[in-house]
C-alpha cells in the first residue's frame, strides 16, 4: 500500500479537476465533427437539404446535451444561417456549391464547426481559400495574439487567392450557454487591438467570396433566439411558444421548423409577431451575397492554452 499525504492528495485532486475543466468542450467538440462527417457523403446531387440537416441535427441530440445553433445548409450565394424550414423541397443541383454549418454543447460547453464542398470543380479553389485562411488563423491562436493582426491574415490570404473576404461575419469567442461571446475574430484588418487570453475558446471561422465581400439581409428567417428577458404576452400561442423554447433551448438559437412540428401554423406565426414586438425574439436573417456569386465557409473551435491552442472540432 502507497499511503499519500494530504498536500499530495490535494495536489491531486487540483490536477483532476484541472484536467476535466475541458473535458465537456472537447466532447462537444467530437460529436459535432462526427454528425458533420455523416453530412459530407450526402452532398449529392438530388438530395433534399432537409435529409442532410435532419442527418446532423438527429446526431447531436442523440450524442450530447444538444444543437447550440440548428444546422445550416448553405447553397452558392447563401453565406449563413439557411436551415430549413418544415417541409422544404430544396434539393442539391448538379454543380452546386454546398456548406454545412452545425454546432452541439454538453451542459452548455459549445463546439461549432463547418466545411464547404464544391460539386463543380471550378469552385476548389475558392473552397481552398477559406480553408487555408481558417488554418492560418488558427495557427496565430495564442495568448497575446492581437484579433485585428489575425483578421489581416485572413484577408491577405483570401485575397491573395484571387477572392474577398465576408466583411460582415467574423469568427467568435464561445462561453457556457454563449453561443456568441464578447470577442470576435474579423475576417478582415482593423484598428482595434483586442488579445487572445489564456483559457477561451473561440470559432474561428473564415468566408471566402467570388463578389463584393458584402452580404444582405434576406427576409423570411427560419432560425430565432429567444432573449433572456420576460415581457407581458397577451396571446396564448406566444406563451406556449415562449415556454417550448426557454424551457428546451435555453439561451440558443432554435429552428422556426422544431415549432412547427408542435404548434399550428397560424398561432406559431402570431407568437412569433407578438414575441418580436415585444423585443423578446431575435430572428437570425438568411445572409446572402448577390445572385450569381458563390460563398464557401471554413470553421473550428479551439481552446486557447498557454502555449497555443487545442483544437475541438
Same mark, same amino acid.
Given at each position: 500500500?502507497?499511503?499519500?499525504?494530504?498536500?499530495?492528495?490535494?495536489?491531486?485532486?487540483?490536477?483532476?479537476?484541472?484536467?476535466? &475543466?475541458?473535458? +465537456?468542450?472537447? $466532447?462537444? /467538440?467530437?460529436?459535432?465533427?462526427?454528425?458533420? @462527417? *455523416?453530412?459530407?457523403?450526402? %452532398?449529392?446531387?438530388?438530395?433534399?437539404?432537409?435529409?442532410?440537416?435532419?442527418?446532423?441535427?438527429?446526431?447531436?441530440?442523440?450524442?450530447?446535451?444538444?444543437?447550440?445553433?440548428?444546422?445550416?445548409?448553405?447553397?452558392?450565394?447563401?453565406?449563413?444561417?439557411?436551415?430549413?424550414?418544415?417541409?422544404?423541397?430544396?434539393?442539391?443541383?448538379?454543380?452546386?456549391?454546398?456548406?454545412?454549418?452545425?454546432?452541439?454543447?454538453?451542459?452548455?460547453?459549445?463546439?461549432?464547426?463547418?466545411?464547404?464542398?464544391?460539386?463543380?470543380?471550378?469552385?476548389?479553389?475558392?473552397?481552398?481559400?477559406?480553408?487555408?485562411?481558417?488554418? &492560418?488563423?488558427? +495557427?496565430?491562436? $495564442?495568448? /497575446?495574439?492581437?484579433?485585428?493582426?489575425?483578421? @489581416? *491574415?485572413?484577408?491577405?490570404? %483570401?485575397?491573395?487567392?484571387?477572392?474577398?473576404?465576408?466583411?460582415?461575419?467574423?469568427?467568435?469567442?464561445?462561453?457556457?450557454?454563449?453561443?456568441?461571446?464578447?470577442?470576435?475574430?474579423?475576417?478582415?484588418?482593423?484598428?482595434?487591438?483586442?488579445?487572445?487570453?489564456?483559457?477561451?475558446?473561440?470559432?474561428?471561422?473564415?468566408?471566402?467570396?467570388?463578389?463584393?465581400?458584402?452580404?444582405?439581409?434576406?427576409?423570411?428567417?427560419?432560425?430565432?433566439?429567444?432573449?433572456?428577458?420576460?415581457?407581458?404576452?397577451?396571446?396564448?400561442?406566444?406563451?406556449?411558444?415562449?415556454?417550448?423554447?426557454?424551457?428546451?433551448?435555453?439561451?440558443?438559437?432554435?429552428?422556426? $421548423?422544431?415549432?412547427?412540428?408542435?404548434?399550428?401554423?397560424?398561432? *406559431?406565426?402570431?407568437?412569433?409577431?407578438?414575441?418580436?414586438?415585444?423585443?423578446?425574439?431575435?430572428?437570425?436573417?438568411?445572409?446572402?451575397?448577390?445572385?450569381?456569386?458563390?460563398?464557401?465557409?471554413?470553421?473550428?473551435?479551439?481552446?486557447?492554452?498557454?502555449?497555443?491552442?487545442?483544437?475541438?472540432?
Amino acid at each position: 500500500m502507497i499511503i499519500v499525504s494530504k498536500e499530495k492528495q490535494n495536489e491531486n485532486n487540483s490536477d483532476t479537476a484541472s484536467e476535466d &475543466v475541458w473535458e +465537456k468542450w472537447r $466532447r462537444a /467538440g467530437v460529436v459535432a465533427r462526427e454528425a458533420l @462527417a *455523416l453530412a459530407r457523403p450526402m %452532398i449529392e446531387p438530388g438530395v433534399k437539404v432537409i435529409d442532410i440537416i435532419d442527418t446532423v441535427e438527429n446526431y447531436i441530440r442523440e450524442n450530447s446535451s444538444g444543437t447550440s445553433f440548428p444546422c445550416n445548409v448553405s447553397l452558392n450565394n447563401i453565406a449563413a444561417h439557411y436551415t430549413s424550414p418544415l417541409n422544404d423541397e430544396t434539393v442539391i443541383e448538379a454543380g452546386d456549391l454546398v456548406t454545412v454549418d452545425c454546432g452541439s454543447h454538453v451542459d452548455g460547453c459549445i463546439a461549432d464547426t463547418a466545411f464547404t464542398i464544391a460539386l463543380n470543380p471550378d469552385h476548389e479553389a475558392l473552397v481552398k481559400a477559406s480553408v487555408d485562411a481558417t488554418n &492560418v488563423a488558427i +495557427k496565430m491562436m $495564442r495568448p /497575446g495574439a492581437k484579433l485585428n493582426t489575425i483578421g @489581416a *491574415l485572413i484577408e491577405d490570404t %483570401i485575397t491573395s487567392a484571387g477572392f474577398r473576404p465576408i466583411k460582415q461575419l467574423t469568427g467568435h469567442q464561445l462561453k457556457e450557454y454563449e453561443l456568441h461571446a464578447e470577442k470576435q475574430v474579423p475576417c478582415v484588418s482593423g484598428k482595434s487591438e483586442v488579445l487572445v487570453e489564456e483559457g477561451e475558446v473561440y470559432a474561428v471561422e473564415t468566408f471566402a467570396s467570388t463578389g463584393s465581400g458584402n452580404i444582405t439581409d434576406l427576409p423570411n428567417p427560419t432560425i430565432y433566439q429567444l432573449l433572456p428577458m420576460r415581457v407581458p404576452l397577451r396571446f396564448s400561442g406566444s406563451k406556449q411558444f415562449a415556454g417550448i423554447a426557454r424551457k428546451e433551448y435555453r439561451e440558443f438559437p432554435f429552428a422556426e $421548423r422544431w415549432l412547427a412540428q408542435r404548434m399550428k401554423h397560424a398561432t *406559431l406565426k402570431m407568437a412569433i409577431r407578438e414575441l418580436q414586438q415585444n423585443g423578446a425574439l431575435f430572428g437570425h436573417k438568411i445572409l446572402a451575397e448577390e445572385k450569381g456569386e458563390f460563398v464557401s465557409q471554413h470553421e473550428h473551435t479551439i481552446i486557447i492554452t498557454k502555449d497555443g491552442y487545442e483544437q475541438t472540432t
